[in-house]
Structure formats: C-alpha cells, structure tokens
C-alpha cells in the first residue's frame, strides 16, 4: 500500500489550527481551564463531519470523540489516536501568526516580528536533517503551536486519507482530542467506555522516527511554612517570617544536581516552580519526577529533611508538606503489552524509517491514559523547540508520520493480536 499519490492536507489544516488560542490556564478550576479551547474542538468536529465520520462529537468537559468504522469482517484490536489541542501556558499562545519557509536551505531563520530572535542550526541541530523540508514557524511574538497542533492535524489529516482511500483495510478506530494536557489534567474527565479503545498512540512526539514508551513517573508536592505574625515596630522577639524559612529552605536545595538545570538523559529531578505567601505561612510548589517510581518518595522524603533543617533555624515555625500524584512511567504498563511497541516499530520500518525508542523527560496523556486501561505510547509529530517563541515543525515530519498511521492500522490487522 502506498501513500504517495495521496494530496496531504496536514500543512493547511495545521496552519488554521495554529491561528487559534487555546492556551489552557493552570489557575482556572473549569473543565476545559479555558473555554477558548472549545474552539477549536468545535472546528474538528465540525471537519470531521464534512469527511464522513458522523459520529464526531463535542462533549461538556472539552473532549472530542470520533470513529472510523472497521472495514473488514476480522476481529481486530480497537486503536485510539489521540492529540490535544491546548498550547502550554509558558508563552502566550494570542495571535499567532505562523510563517512558513519552503526548501529550507539549513540556515539561521529569522523571526519577522523579533530581529533579535533567531532558530539556528547550531543551536538546533535537528534543522540540519530537515533541509529542504518546508518549516513552519511563529513570527516570533509567540509560541507556534505544533506542541500539539502538529499532532491533531497528523490525526485529521490520517483520517481524511481512510475515509478517501477505502482500499486501505483496518480495524475499528476511535479519535480522541483533549484539553488541558498542558496543565495536567488532560485526561481528568475522559470517558473510557464512550472512548472504547483497546489500545492507544499519543501523537506528541518530537523528531522523525522517535517511538517514546516510556515517561517520567510524577508526583506534586507543597511545602508549608507557617509563621508567627506582628505588627513590624513591635516585632522583636515575636515574628518569624515565613517568607525568609521559605527562603532559606530554597537556599539549602542542592545546586549541582537534583534540579532540571543540572539532569539529563534518565536522571530525575526536584523543581520548586512557584513560592506564595506572606509573613504567616508561605508555600513552595514541587514538581517531583523520575523514571522510576519509587525514587519519588526517595526525594520526597529528603526535602522534608531540608524542610525540618530550614526550620530548625527559626525557632517558632512549623511546616506541613502536601504530595499528590501527577502521573506514572508508561513503561510499567507498556511492558505488558510488548505488541504495542513492536507493531508501532513495525509500522515505522515499512515506512522507511529506523525507530528512535527514547524516553520522555516528562509525560503525557498516554502516561495517564495507560493506567487507565489503554497501553498508550507516544509517536513522532516533528514539533521541536516547543514551549518558546523558537518553536517549529517539519510538513514533511507531520506528512511521514501520516503514513506511520497507515502502516500501523495495517499492521494491527495482519497481526490480529
């Protein structure tokens, strides 16, 4: 089966898709954070229709649920792709203006609405690969999107190409695109019997051939430091700030390891991202992660022994600490279920691709998703320098993950497993 005569419509898909705010808000307790979201999710529904899957649907929480139907008489693994459709909150997402730059020819771009900006090479040796590709980057005021854009227009450009090419046989597919990823809660209020898939592919992977099954495992934790209050001209003796045992006790966290300034490769981390507060109590906000699980409560257990440090030195003040769990490595569930990554594997050889099994330093809905009951790993989308004003992405990248798809479903059905 070839995929080459086929009129890709991923570029103007992602183009369109980009141009729209979905930014999620980690400080809104709304399901979708942000209601903005919805508009594109309606768009997808609505494109949807427009191919002939006529079950496309929007629900309440933000979720759209879409199905293409089996075309064969075989009993088949039911598959799930799956992308979401907000941007990160780490760089605006308002008025996106994507610039597209054909037959690239492997030099420094340069961003229209920022001289001082500029995505090089040697910065981002990726680009070096993807000469004369067509790149698609933002004007330079904003993040562009393709994190994870790229990977919805991937899913809606694949579906066009089955409902156009009935020849192609596969099993039943479900579409799912989620809200809020970006914040944690991309999966919070998913219905999996409504969704009803055997197993998944998150389409939010980054450079060509690259086939993640394994991701952090998570945890949240708050520490909180309480302590005493007084009117400031008649403090002595009595105050103690909360703000300075805060203070103090980010000043004992180690500087030369521990932090994600100073890991890489299958090192976790600790990352204090947020202090707030005042005299009476302040609190400090973790994030905790590593690829093995048990490690987290390792590190929990030692910043509480900084924490009781910290305060040892301000006599009068206390501290509690709050630990929630985020997600867990995919891996654990993934190891189960070999056939997902060996057909996933399968799938990229017919393409003409060598697969890239890599880790993800950091997680995503199939982080989630499979431990839930959908083994879920995560395929390339080509978006690279995400979460910046220097983010971009391959049309090519975006187009030959298209056909991963196709070799996939196929795959699954001659496999029958």
């Known amino acids: 089966m070839t995929i080459a005569n086929y009129k890709h419509t991923a570029e103007e898909r992602f183009l369109k898709y980009v141009q729209i705010d979905t930014e999620a808000d980690p400080n809104s307790a709304t399901q979708p954070s942000s209601f903005k979201q919805m508009d594109l999710s309606k768009l ?140 944690g809660r991309g999966v919070n209020a998913i219905d999996m019997k409504k969704l009803g898939a055997d197993f998944g592919y998150t389409l939010d992977g980054g450079p060509r051939g690259s086939l993640e099954g394994e991701s952090f495992s998570a945890d949240g934790m708050t520490v909180i430091f309480e302590g005493v209050s007084a009117h400031p001209g008649y403090a002595k003796g009595k105050m103690v700030s909360a703000i300075k045992v805060a203070a103090h006790f980010v000043e004992l966290l180690p500087k030369d390891r521990w932090s994600p300034e100073t890991t890489s490769g299958m090192q976790g981390f600790v990352h204090p991202l947020h202090i707030e507060g005042g005299i009476e109590k302040t609190s400090v906000q973790f994030i905790i992660r590593d690829f093995e699980t048990s490690q987290l409560a390792v590190y929990e257990q030692q910043i509480e022994e900084i924490a009781k440090q910290a305060i040892a030195q301000f006599p009068g003040a206390t501290y509690q600490v709050k630990v929630s769990e985020q997600y867990r490595n995919m891996r654990e569930i993934l190891d189960q279920y070999p056939m997902v990554m060996q057909n996933a594997e399968e799938a990229y050889q017919r393409a003409g691709l060598t697969p890239k099994i890599e880790s993800i330093r950091g997680g995503t809905d199939g982080s989630r998703l499979s431990f839930m009951g959908l083994p879920c790993p995560n395929i390339f989308t080509g978006e690279m320098a995400i979460h910046s004003r220097k983010e971009y992405v391959s049309v090519e990248d975006m187009q030959k993950a298209v056909e991963c798809l196709m070799h996939l479903v196929q795959v699954w059905l001659e496999k029958g497993e």
Do not use: W
């Not at 293409?68 to 792709?81: G, K, M, Q, R």
């Not at 450009?157 to 990823?181: R, S, Y």
């Open 44 to 183: 997808l529904v609505e494109e949807l229709h427009a191919m002939g899957v006529v079950d496309a649907q929007l629900d309440e929480f933000g979720y759209v649920y879409a199905t293409i139907p089996s075309n064969v008489e075989a009993n088949v693994p039911v598959l799930c792709f799956c992308s979401h459709v907000d941007t990160s909150p780490d760089v605006t997402g308002k008025g996106v203006k994507p610039v597209v730059h054909r037959n690239y020819n492997g030099g420094d771009i340069h961003f229209a609405d920022d001289e001082t900006l500029v995505l090089s090479p040697a910065e981002h040796p990726y680009l070096k690969d993807r000469i004369g590709d067509t790149i698609i980057t933002a004007s330079g005021q904003t993040l562009l999107g393709a994190d994870d854009k790229a990977g919805v227009a991937i899913i809606m450009d694949f579906a066009n190409f089955l409902i156009q090419h009935p020849e192609v046989k596969h099993g039943a597919i479900k579409l799912l695109f989620t809200p809020d990823e970006e914040i």
